[in-house]
């Protein structure tokens, strides 16, 4: 396993590094996987596999050295985490492998969290992360500055070695709504098989992705509704053929339906008019698309 090379090291180590406009550390691997998911349209899997279109599990991802994207961060995280003062064994990344890339993750950009239960699907985004949340600053809400200021939130900064044994990681919150973002202390079981987290940044690149197609093609969408349900519609943002549907000439008024699809809360859901029926529109999950099929 050791010693990882300073090549390794530079392009995931997220010390010392300023924050992006994507809400991640500006670390060389972030932006490697953000391009993956843009350019190419497809959605990393940090955990389980997800059965979405064009998603591919990190361990497919290639790395820098003879490992795969995976080893490297938990390995390098590891590191870290030792320089802490954690006392990791050396195999330790061979034992905690997914422990440790949520670690990594949670500790270097915002995450986007989704989990699916008895009481259905909640959403809400993570971290560990205090340079995040101070950027964020601007877009929290009065309350929760508070807290901030008076150090409520301090603990949650800090790993333990529980919570890389147990699969418990403690995060900062982040739910957001029309009044701003609003922080709570949260626990991410990362064994569980309803829990998903992705950096946000690459839900957004992926979700990119699909839009280009979307505003240039008319596709075809299978995908699960929100009672588990299957689902085909047909569906596009290319102009011409929105104001066929809507039956005006003026390309103008799709704007509204724009600004409708690209706006949402949410970073895995998309609004889209649904061309088989008129003035109808859909509202879908990014993780819930397992096939898209252009139309010719």
């Not at 530079?10 to 406009?21: F, G, H, K, Q, V």
Request: some cysteine.
């Amino acid at each position: 396993m050791f010693p990882i090379s300073e090549k390794v090291k530079r392009a995931y180590s997220w010390l010392n590094r300023e924050t992006t406009i994507e809400q991640c550390l500006d670390v060389p691997a972030h932006l490697n996987l953000y391009h993956i998911a843009h350019k190419n349209g497809i959605l990393i899997d940090f955990l389980k596999p997800s059965g979405c279109h064009c998603s591919r599990p990190l361990s497919q991802i290639a790395g820098l050295s003879n490992s795969p994207m995976n080893i490297e961060m938990a390995q390098v995280q590891q590191e870290i985490l030792k320089s802490f003062g954690l006392p990791l064994s050396h195999d330790f990344y061979n034992l905690h492998l997914n422990n440790l890339i949520v670690s990594y993750l949670l500790y270097s950009s915002v995450c986007y969290v989704q989990s699916e239960g008895v009481n259905g699907l909640d959403s809400y985004y993570v971290t560990k992360q205090v340079a995040i949340i101070e950027g964020l600053k601007p877009f929290i809400n009065s309350k929760d500055i508070a807290k901030l200021n008076k150090g409520y939130f301090d603990d949650r900064y800090k790993t333990t070695l529980s919570e890389l044994t147990e699969s418990k990681h403690k995060v900062i919150t982040i739910r957001t709504d029309a009044d701003g973002y609003h922080l709570g202390k949260g626990i991410f079981y990362s064994n569980s098989k309803n829990n998903a987290i992705y950096p946000a940044y690459v839900l957004r690149g992926y979700k990119k992705a699909l839009l280009g197609v979307l505003k240039r093609r008319v596709i075809r969408i299978s995908c699960l509704d929100s009672s588990g349900g299957d689902i085909k519609f047909v569906t596009t943002l290319n102009g011409d053929a929105i104001c066929s549907w809507l039956q005006i000439s003026d390309m103008n008024q799709c704007q509204p339906i724009w600004r409708q699809v690209e706006g949402s809360y949410c970073e895995a859901n998309l609004t889209l008019p649904n061309l088989d029926t008129r003035n109808e529109f859909v509202t879908i999950n990014l993780l819930h698309i397992f096939n898209v099929q252009i139309l010719p």
